[in-house]
T-cell receptor, first 118, second 117 residues
């Protein structure tokens, strides 16, 4: 099966501009997550979609970040306007929504989008 | 609140030696899962191994094993017979609610492992 796809892989934008990151999860995965790693620090949770609904957006840093998942398939994360501190690597991950006994259904991560705001 | 601590920012190991990467965690939930991910220089996050809090045996996946000491709240990753390709960042992570694939996971700060030829 195809993995989690993110694009662009790299983006360099000027402060104040808008950038939209896209994530295509594994087909059939209801759960989609956004994480980011800023300036070599810890990987921080941003938000979690279950299908098209936001299950948990407690990690979104401020209202300059807007995530959508229309139709419950791919997701976009828009940063508007971008600030210097938004630079980092943005990861998307997906997982199945079902569980069966003790079986582990894990996350699959995309390769990330490296965002540089100058 | 959940917390993952990795106290080794960087490690150097000779090729073919075994290496242990430390991870301690804190949670009040009796049901949780622990993960290790590898991030090579290319940037992708690669799942290595998983341990559920109720699993009786330590998890193993090829050259990777997880030394799970529940009472100490530690989940160290052991890589046997290290290879040059093992050079990467390694992240320990945790998810509450062991058998739920829907819960978010939190990460430690990572350990950069460098293998010397």
């Amino acid at each position: 099966e195809a993995g989690v796809t993110q694009f662009p892989s790299h983006s360099v934008i000027e402060k104040g501009q808008t950038v939209t990151l896209r994530c295509d999860p594994i087909s059939g995965h209801d759960n989609l997550y956004w994480y980011r790693r800023v300036m070599g620090k810890e990987i921080k949770f941003l938000l979690h979609f279950v299908k098209e609904s936001k299950q948990d957006e407690s990690g979104m840093p401020n209202n300059r970040f807007l995530a959508e998942r229309t139709g419950g398939t791919y997701s976009t994360l828009k940063v508007q306007p971008a600030e210097l501190e938004d630079s980092g690597v943005y990861f998307c991950a997906s997982s199945q929504g079902t569980r069966s006994g003790r079986r582990y259904y894990g996350y699959t991560f995309g390769s990330g989008t490296r965002l540089t705001v100058v | 609140a959940q917390k993952i601590t990795q106290t080794q920012p960087g490690m150097f190991v000779q090729e073919k030696e075994a290496v242990t990467l430390d991870c301690t965690y804190d949670t009040s939930d009796p049901s949780y899962g622990l993960f290790w991910y590898k991030q090579p220089s290319s940037g992708e996050m690669i799942f290595l191994i998983y341990q559920g809090s109720y699993d009786q045996q330590n998890a193993t996946e090829g050259r990777y094993s997880l030394n799970f000491q529940k009472a100490r709240k530690s989940a160290n990753l052991v890589i046997s017979a290290s290879q040059l390709g093992d050079s990467a960042m390694y992240f320990c992570a945790m998810r509450e609610a062991t058998y739920s694939s829907a819960s978010k996971i939190i990460f430690g700060s990572g350990t950069r492992l460098s293998i010397r030829p």
